[in-house]
C-alpha cells in the first residue's frame, strides 16, 4: 500500500504553503533546497513543517489538500494546533 501525504509549511513570512506527495521527507528537501525556482516556497524559505496528514488513497489525500487550501488562516491554525473542536465553527460564515 503507498502512502500520500498531506501536509503545511509554515513560511519564513508567516504564510502557510499546503501540499501534497507520495515521498514526504524528497518533497521536503525539494522545498528547502529551492529545487523549484517557481515553487510558492522559493522565495519564502526557511520553511518549517507544522502539520503532516497520512493517507492511504491519493484521491482523498488530494481533495484533502484543495480543501484545506480554501480554508482561512485561522481555521489552518485550528488544524495545526490540533484544536479540531474547532473547525465546524470555523467553517460557518458569519453574516451582519
Avoid at 524528497?26 to 529551492?34: I, P
Wanted: proline fraction near 2%; aromatic fraction near 16%; include cysteine.
Amino acid at each position: 500500500m503507498k502512502l500520500s501525504y498531506v501536509y503545511i509549511l509554515k513560511c519564513s513570512d508567516d504564510s502557510y504553503y499546503t501540499g501534497v506527495t507520495s515521498n514526504l521527507n524528497k518533497r521536503l528537501f525539494q522545498h528547502e533546497s529551492g529545487f523549484y525556482r517557481d515553487c510558492y516556497t522559493y522565495k519564502r524559505r526557511p520553511i518549517t513543517l507544522v502539520f503532516v496528514c497520512e493517507f492511504t488513497d491519493i484521491n482523498f489525500a488530494i481533495d484533502t489538500e484543495k480543501q484545506i487550501k480554501k480554508w482561512s488562516r485561522v481555521k489552518k491554525e485550528a488544524l495545526i494546533n490540533g484544536d479540531y473542536d474547532k473547525l465546524p465553527n470555523l467553517a460557518k460564515k458569519k453574516f451582519q
